[in-house]
């Protein structure tokens, strides 16, 4: 159904301000979002590629030197826990894009809802759907854009977005204990004193500077700092998803303080979203069960 175009709703100081400075600063603001669309995807591989060339190339020649029959052991067992890791953080980013979040089939941009706050990203339209302005769709059961893999994150899509926070907190966890290895082995770096990893980056930088350290000892240190923040940003996220997820609610209802009526009890909830067949999808990047849930229940959530 095509309903006409309105135009954004001004709150506040906004009603004084010239309209064309207002859509100069919507543009802007707009414009950031895209080139942010475009790079994170590109940080993500940058950071995948890099990551694993430091694994196979240097991490597991120097921890693990010798070809002795225990040492042997040891290098496949880490070379296989780093590409289980690496096999489901990436096989669920690409779920994730598969399954994008249900699209309404509507092609017009659809009347704002009274409460639509006219965010930059995303209208909030009536009987809770979203327009995505970067996806430029109307999306059902709305959680959030993720700029990461491009596309919205919703009903269809969240479970693989689950799993994808999970395993990339756990690769780069699991790459950071490597990576204190690596600096421990080749560097002889102690790590015994807490405030060794606190202080490893401002000392490095200096040395670095003075010569003394070379690039490739900066660059991992650096890489460890990365792979923590990833690490705790991602299961920090997942905590929250998971627990939206418990609640039946989604990011967009709880931005609003959104309340959802008429709870289903958090095991279906759950169920709703990791399928039938959970356990399966804990541990590999397939279809836990039937994803496509009907329009009319899209519309009871708001
Ligand atoms: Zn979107």
Redesign the pocket.
């Known amino acids: 159904m095509n309903v006409p175009r309105t135009e954004p709703r001004l709150r506040g100081a906004e009603r004084t301000a010239p309209l064309s400075r207002t859509r100069a600063d919507m543009f802007t603001r707009m414009l950031k979002l895209r080139l942010l669309n475009a790079v994170a995807p590109a940080y993500f591989f940058t950071a995948t590629a890099v990551t694993f060339i430091l694994h196979f190339c240097f991490f597991v020649p120097t921890i693990f030197p010798k070809p002795e029959s225990s040492l042997r052991a040891s290098t496949a067992l880490h070379t296989v826990v780093f590409l289980f890791l690496m096999f489901n953080a990436l096989g669920n980013y690409i779920m994730t894009i598969k399954y994008p979040a249900e699209s309404a089939n509507e092609t017009a941009v659809p009347v704002c809802s009274p409460h639509c706050s006219d965010k930059v990203d995303a209208h909030y339209l009536l009987n809770g759907r979203h327009f995505?302005k970067?996806?430029k769709k109307v999306?059902l059961k709305r959680d959030h854009?993720c700029f990461f893999t491009g596309?919205?994150i919703g009903n269809k899509n969240m479970r693989y977005f689950i799993m994808f926070c999970i395993y990339t907190s756990c690769t780069c966890l699991y790459s950071l204990v490597l990576g204190v290895a690596f600096l421990t082995v080749e560097y002889s770096i102690s790590f015994e004193n807490p405030l060794t990893f606190l202080t490893l980056l401002p000392l490095s930088t200096g040395f670095f500077f003075t010569g003394t350290i070379s690039g490739l000892q900066l660059f991992v240190v650096l890489m460890l700092y990365v792979w923590l923040g990833i690490g705790l940003v991602c299961a920090g996220f997942c905590c929250q998803q998971v627990l939206l997820v418990a609640r039946g609610q989604t990011w967009c209802q709880m931005q609003r303080g959104q309340l959802v009526e008429n709870r289903s009890p958090w095991r279906t909830n759950l169920k709703d979203v990791f399928g039938t067949r959970w356990i399966l999808g804990l541990i590999l990047p397939v279809q836990t069960g039937e994803m496509c849930a009907d329009e009319t229940d899209a519309y009871k959530q708001d």
């Open positions: 995505c970067l996806c999306i854009h596309n919205c």
